[in-house]
């Protein structure tokens, strides 16, 4: 089964929020940071990593963020405020030129 990441987006701390799932963390964060993917952040400039869990799996992984996308932006902020309170870019140090996203 294929591996699983549920994650938490932001357009600026305390600004716009964006919870999705993926299996490939480094692909989808790169897709969303240069606007690669039409939509929500595209539209919104939510470009920065402020939160990600490794759930194991994708069917674990959707669980979680259906949980997530289900609570207030209150909980929200208290999740992503228990691993970074000033909400820095997790994702600032992953690219470079060379890299590959398969």
């Known amino acids: ?13 305390y600004g716009t929020l964006y919870t999705g799932v ?3 963390l480094l692909k989808r964060i790169y897709e969303h940071k ?13 470009h920065t990593l402020v939160y ?3 759930c194991g799996n994708i069917l ?3 669980k979680r963020e259906k949980q997530i996308k289900g609570w207030n932006r209150y909980k929200k ?3 992503i405020e228990s691993i970074k309170k000033n909400w820095e870019d997790l994702s600032k140090d992953w690219y470079n030129n060379s ?3 398969e």
């Open 34 to 46: 240069n606007n690669l993917i039409d939509g929500f952040t595209k539209k919104y400039s939510v």
């Open 52 to 54: 990600f869990e490794d």
């Open 77 to 79: 902020i208290k999740l």
């Open 1 to 13: 089964m294929k591996k699983g990441y549920v994650y938490i987006m932001a357009s600026k701390k």
């Open 60 to 62: 674990q992984a959707i």
């Open 22 to 24: 993926t299996s490939n």
């Open 99 to 101: 890299i590959n996203l």
